[in-house]
């Protein structure tokens, strides 16, 4: 990960939300990654794009893509005890001599392996939030697993659960699988997958609680490589994955201020939106807004000790 003073001078001009002038094959585009193919390696470049709702807003978030990048290099560091990632040997070398002349661009960037991608998001749910509290309140479950009576929104769980998606594609809405589905999905897999899923998370509420935040729930993605061994690939642990809320002033039973895109999400609600392509345009003060957050994210829990 880059020093702090350098990630924070990278945060200021314009948002990038397209990657061009690269001499690389383009490999995909998602939500906000950029995909470039370099034979048995890709390069993934994070722009500022952001989505809510599952969708692309027109908007980006100046140096959004800075901070994806380099907390996920962060976590990356502390959790390959865990499980391995998808980054290259020798990262940073060879990165750098990818993007010779674009230090503001390596810093968004990642060069990592072709793995073979599971065919689920890992969702880890610590407290009853988003969807997750609505699902509750409507049928006392959450993605199958049956809860306690009289939660309140908010409330930590009595353990943290697994509680995965579908994978959709751009564009379309990820839907919640049981635990039962995932298996069927998965295969034989699915246990590994579930039990690297909540050492996961176990390990972020861990440090997110010395920095005086919570991470309520988390999703991870897993891909395996040639010889069938798992690993953290896409993000790990970052705002647009992750659901954080401040500890100091904490309290169940309303929804919590929070360090993510949740932000962006509240100021949409209130907006005469469909939740369907285009987006309205974002305040200027509502994407600095979402970025001061990005940013106290990613300095409070690297500073964390």
């Known amino acids: 990960m880059l020093p702090l003073e350098h990630i924070r001078s990278l945060l200021s001009g314009p948002a990038l939300t397209t990657v061009e002038g690269l001499p690389y094959r383009r490999a ?74 674009q230090p503001g661009l390596a810093a968004r960037s990642m060069l990592v392996r072709k793995l073979k991608p599971l065919p689920i998001e890992a969702v880890v749910r610590g407290y009853l939030a988003g969807s997750g509290w609505k699902d509750y309140r409507a049928t006392g479950q959450l993605a199958g697993h049956t809860l306690p009576a009289g939660l309140r929104e908010s409330e930590r769980l009595p353990q943290p659960l697994f509680t995965p998606s579908t994978k959709a594609a751009l564009g379309a809405h990820d839907e919640p699988l049981t635990e039962a589905q995932a298996a069927e999905l998965l295969g034989p897999r699915f246990e590994e997958v579930r039990s690297a899923a909540l050492a996961l998370y176990r390990r972020g509420s861990e440090l997110a609680a010395k920095a005086g935040i919570i991470l309520a729930d988390t999703k991870f993605e897993f891909g395996t490589d040639a010889t069938g061994r798992l690993h953290l690939i896409d993000e790990a642990l970052t705002p647009d994955s992750s659901r954080y809320w401040p500890l100091d002033g904490y309290a169940p039973g309303r929804s919590q201020p929070s360090f993510d895109k949740q932000f962006t999400r509240d100021w949409l609600e209130t907006q005469p939106w469909d939740k369907k392509p285009p987006a309205p345009r974002l305040p200027r003060e509502v994407a600095e807004g979402t970025r001061d957050r990005y940013w106290t994210a990613l300095e409070r829990l690297t500073q964390a000790r």
């Open 28 to 101: 995909g585009s998602g939500k906000v990654r950029e995909l470039f193919d370099l034979g048995d390696e890709l390069l993934m470049v994070a722009t500022d794009r952001l989505s809510a709702f599952d969708v692309v807003l027109p908007d980006g978030i100046p140096g959004k893509g800075v901070i994806l990048t380099q907390l996920s290099r962060f976590w990356f560091e502390r959790t390959g005890d865990i499980l391995p990632n998808h980054l290259v040997p020798d990262h940073d070398r060879r990165l750098a001599e990818l993007l010779p002349h």
